[in-house]
């Protein structure tokens, strides 16, 4: 008789998943089973702290109570519709939303692929309807180095030749340009153009934040040229940076929001394309959907996360810890840090490349009880939960300096 699984070790759990599941991650060799806000634990009951939060996706942390609570009311109740009926959480989710990022309609999806994926077919019927570009014509233009998901239509616009070789041919209809360059995106917007898509600012590009203005340039050039600013917040957005949305910074409000990873809580998938109404009339019924988009489980937990960020709290801790965080970080310049970028609770940091890749650094953080993740080369990227406790953060930063100047 096999040993039920939660009795395995790691390195046993590990193995067994090498001829079944497919090759697409390189995950840390460690096993969580059970974790509670910024804490995880692993099948043998060692603790780490989490420093990843699921991407951004646990940026309340596990397992909040609030969110938790929300998710166990609902499948006491109802869980799954489709859209084929209404149901009665989907309205309330909606409305709050659209309140909270100053927005009046939204489309709800799962993940955050199919926001971008959606956000990319309403600003091309955009571009037909209402701005009049000839059928077939619409382009998007786009950043280099951009993270916007993994669809075959994401990735046609991709500058990561892993994310994309071997997945042509492509979609046509996206122009690249160097993010953070006004001039470079003013000269590829024309007649022909629905709408800029960027991240304000880019995470898995290793958390890089653009010049003071560069926003709020996007928003006047757009404007001007007539097509939509569609910001991609799935990572940046719902407190990470401080601010409900990271394109608060400069005040400047899109025309799309694309929204996901936090928004279900780390429980269930959520994500939404959040527009005002001009915009997003231009779906109607058939044109679009999702079987799971907007179900009654994902709508009570995505209310859940609305209420949450309601009160500010969150934005408020992410500005506060965001200081320490980059306090501990200016300390660690020279002593293994050669640089960093950060907003709020959100770091991307160039570790020393004499002390080894992001890869061997994670792990290495991994052994003193800390997990993150690279990005590329010798940047990892340092995002807790918003819950995590200055003392938490404090404790992780001591353990960054131990790793970054003795080694272990
Ligand atoms: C994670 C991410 C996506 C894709 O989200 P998935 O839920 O993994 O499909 C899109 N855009 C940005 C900025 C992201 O960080």
New binding site residues.
């Given amino acids: 008789m096999t040993a039920p699984s939660s009795h395995r070790t790691s390195a046993e759990l590990i193995l067994a998943e090498e001829p079944v599941l497919a090759h697409n991650y390189h995950p840390l060799p460690v096993v969580v089973a059970r974790a509670e806000g910024a804490w995880v634990e692993d099948v043998e009951g060692g603790r780490y702290l989490d420093m990843l939060a699921g991407?951004?996706?646990l940026n309340f942390g596990h397992r909040h109570p609030a969110l938790i609570e929300a998710a166990h009311r609902q499948l006491d109740r109802l869980t799954l519709t489709s859209r084929a009926f209404h149901n009665d959480r989907l309205a309330g989710f909606a409305e709050r939303l659209a309140a909270l990022t100053g927005t009046d309609m939204v489309l709800p999806m799962?993940?955050?692929?199919?926001?971008?994926e959606s956000g990319i077919k309403v600003a091309r019927k955009w571009g037909y309807d209402v701005k009049g570009v000839p059928a077939d014509r619409a382009t998007i233009v786009v950043a280099a180095d951009?993270?916007?998901?993994?669809?075959t239509t994401?990735v046609s616009f991709s500058t990561d030749e892993t994310a994309r070789a071997g997945f042509g041919p492509f979609t046509p209809g996206f122009r690249i340009v160097p993010y953070n360059d006004l001039a470079a995106l003013e000269a590829a917007v024309d007649e022909t153009t629905a709408a800029v898509l960027i991240?304000p600012i880019?995470?898995?590009a290793g958390v890089v934040i653009p010049d003071d203005g560069y926003l709020t340039g996007v928003r006047e050039l757009t404007r001007r040229a007539g097509c939509l600013f569609v910001a991609?917040?799935?990572?940046?957005g719902l407190g990470r940076t401080g601010r409900t949305l990271a394109v608060e910074h400069e005040s400047v409000v899109p025309d799309v929001v694309?929204l996901?990873?936090a928004l279900g809580g780390g429980i269930v998938?959520v994500?939404a394309v959040a527009a005002s109404r001009d915009v997003l009339r231009v779906l109607h019924p058939g044109e679009h959907g999702s079987t799971f988009g907007g179900n009654p489980l994902a709508a009570a937990v995505g209310t859940a996360v609305v209420e949450l960020l309601e009160t500010g709290e969150f934005q408020r801790r992410a500005t506060e810890l965001g200081g320490i965080l980059r306090d501990g970080l200016e300390g660690l310049i020279g002593k293994g840090v050669a640089g960093y970028r950060s907003r709020g609770l959100w770091a991307g940091v160039d570790v020393d490349p004499a002390l080894g890749t992001g890869r061997e650094v994670s792990e290495r953080l991994m052994r003193e009880g800390i997990l993150v993740k690279d990005t590329h080369g010798s940047t990892i990227r340092l995002a807790p939960p918003l819950t995590i406790t200055a003392e938490e953060l404090q404790e992780a930063l001591g353990t960054l300096e131990k790793v970054l100047t003795q080694g272990s």
């Avoid at 799962?110 to 971008?116: C, F, I, L, Q």
């Avoid at 951009?146 to 669809?151: A, E, K, M, Q, S």
């Avoid at 991609?232 to 940046?236: A, F, M, P, T």
């Fill in positions: 991407y951004s996706a799962n993940t955050g692929a199919e926001a971008v951009n993270f916007h998901g993994r669809t994401i991240e880019q995470g898995e991609d917040e799935i990572q940046s694309l996901g990873k998938p994500s």
